[in-house]
Each structure stands twice: as C-alpha cells, then as structure tokens.
C-alpha cells in the first residue's frame, strides 16, 4: 500500500486525464519493473506500519474495554441506587451497556438536537 500511495500519486500528476483503472494498471506495470531490493525497501516499511498498527489497536482496544467496565458499573450503579425502580437513568440505554456493544454506548450518551 505504501508504494501504491507513493506512486498513484505521481501518476496521477503525469496523466491528470487517465480514468482510476487505468491508473492502477500503471502502478502495477511499475511494481513489477522495479527491482527486488526496491520491492524488499517497501516491503519493509509495509511491515513496520502493520508493527504500529498492531500497538495502536492494541492499546485502543484497551482503553474501549476500560470505558466499558467503567460504563457498566456506573450503570449498575445509577439502576441500583435511585429508588426509581423500573425507570432508566437519564440519557442510559437499559439493554446494550450490558453487551459491550461501543456501538451502543457511544449511542447512549449522545445529545440530542436542539429542536425549535
């Protein structure tokens, strides 16, 4: 992908007109005429952004696990202590905080437009 980024670009500036098939016909007639020391250096820069990848969606898996054990519990606790029985918390989804599902959570605590 590194290479394609790199080189889509310049073809794209020495062809403005050439439709995006044909642009990628272009990109891979020159991969395939570069060398393999050439092929190997962006191979390896391939590998060191999956290398990164890999450390960021660890750590952002990470962080969405610790806001969901904290959602939960706040949402336990919001249901446990009220006296309110048999009604939601303000701005909580009773079902879904439960299931993890970020989806959901982002859900629960968006705001809703002002309407005139």
């Known amino acids: ?10 073809v794209t500036q020495e062809f403005p007109d050439m439709n995006a ?9 020159r991969w395939q005429s570069i060398t393999d020391e050439d092929k190997n250096y962006y191979q390896a820069l391939a ?16 962080e969405l ?3 969901d054990s904290r959602l939960k519990s706040s949402a336990a606790h919001d249901l ?15 079902s879904g905080l439960a299931d993890g599902d970020p989806k959901v959570l ?8 002002d309407r005139k």
């Open 80 to 94: 446990a202590g009220d006296g309110d029985k048999g009604q939601q918390p303000s701005g909580q989804l009773g």
């Open 21 to 29: 098939l044909d642009v990628m016909k272009e990109v891979g007639r």
């Open 65 to 67: 696990e610790q806001l």
């Open 47 to 62: 590998d060191k952004d999956k290398e990164r990848f890999k450390r960021e969606n660890q750590q952002y898996m990470k």
């Open 1 to 10: 992908m590194i290479f394609v980024r790199e080189v889509r670009s310049r």
């Open 106 to 113: 982002i859900t629960a605590n968006a705001k809703k437009p």
